[in-house]
Structures are given as structure tokens and as C-alpha cells.
């Protein structure tokens, strides 16, 4: 079974998300959107698809992290989300029971060995 496929997103907390976000526009000419984050948009041509990668602030008092309390969460890209949590169940990680599916894909959720909460996103078909 293919584990992770990719990254999906790089989220972080700021004290001043907007203020941040004016910085990374200005300075590294990231397109901040009014949502706070950005979209990269890629192309594989190894696996013959496109993809995005989202980049996106969060307020520095969020509980999207939680329970980990470090500063940023990745998102990786992964081909089946159902199969990898099972896996990793089986293995002794420390699974979230919580599973999101929506028109944005199936989210889970998994906490690293060092407290780290990592989101793995399976993309609707076809993206």
C-alpha cells in the first residue's frame, strides 16, 4: 500500500496572521489571499497528475493543532486514507478516531512520536 504520496500543506501559527501574511506577499511574493494562505499549484509527470499544495496562518490560540503544541502542521498527500489509518493503528500510532470527509477529501489525523499532530489528506478523485 502507497503510504504518502506528497505534501499537501504546510499550516503555522502567527501572533499577527494578517501582518504575516503581509510580509511573506511583500518580501517572498507569496499570493496571500484573503483567506490567509496560498495554493501552489505543481504537475507530476512521473504519476501523471497536477496537484496543489496549500500554505495557510493560522491564529497563534488555534486548536487546529491540538493536541500537539507546536507551532506548525504538515498535510500529506496519501492514496488511501482508510487503509493508512488502519495501518497505522495496527502499528501502535497514536491514530485520531476523528475522520473528516467532505467535497475538499477525507482528512485523519496521526500524532508523531514527538507530539506532533500530522493531517493526512486522501484528495477527492480525480485531483
Known sequence: ??????????????????????????????DVQSWGGAAFDWRDDNLGGNGTTAWSLFKADTSHFAPSSASFMINYRVADLHGLLAALRDEGCAVDEKVDESEYGKFGWVMDPEGNRVELWQPPEGQ
Open 1 to 30: 500500500m502507497k503510504r504518502v504520496t506528497g505534501i499537501g500543506g504546510i499550516f503555522f501559527k502567527a501572533k499577527d496572521p494578517g501582518a504575516l501574511g503581509d510580509w511573506y506577499r511583500t518580501h517572498l511574493g507569496i
